[in-house]
């Protein structure tokens, strides 16, 4: 498991995101690893659903999030979520890994 800190640095693309979501949102994090993203957003009072492909990294990131999905990001038609429940959609470091990147932004507005 790579990601498992996470990284407060000023100009780090966490941190920036972290900073832009608003306090108290609905938040899915998209390869949300361990869930070290969503227990900082927890001090935001924010409930993070995140989705994982990684079983191992999923069963850790369940200690933060209020959910946690288990799903390949190439093949979201079998990622259930339900439509328009998220004010915010974290993809921080996964886009670059996608090969059916069209396929996972329309997912994602779907969620948003």
Same mark, same amino acid.
Request: glycine share 4%; aromatic share 8%.
């Given at each position: ?11 780090? =693309? ?9 306090? $108290? ?9 361990? $869930?070290?993203? =969503? ?33 390949? !990001?190439?093949?979201t038609?079998?990622i ?10 974290? !993809? !921080? ?9 069209e396929?996972?932004?329309? =997912?994602?507005?779907?969620? !948003?």
């Open positions: 498991m790579k990601y498992t800190q996470f990284n407060p640095r000023q100009f780090e =693309a966490h941190q920036i995101a972290y900073d832009l979501v608003p306090v $108290g949102s609905r938040v899915l994090d998209v390869g949300c690893a361990t $869930g070290y993203r =969503a227990k900082e957003l927890a001090m935001k009072n924010c409930r993070v659903t995140g989705i994982e492909k990684d079983l191992q990294a999923a069963t850790k990131a369940r200690t933060y999030c209020d959910r946690v999905v288990v799903g390949d !990001l190439e093949r038609k079998n259930s979520l339900p439509s328009r429940a998220f004010d915010c959609v974290l !993809l !921080l470091d996964v886009l670059e890994h996608i090969m059916a990147r396929q996972l932004l329309f =997912a994602v507005r779907r969620w !948003l």
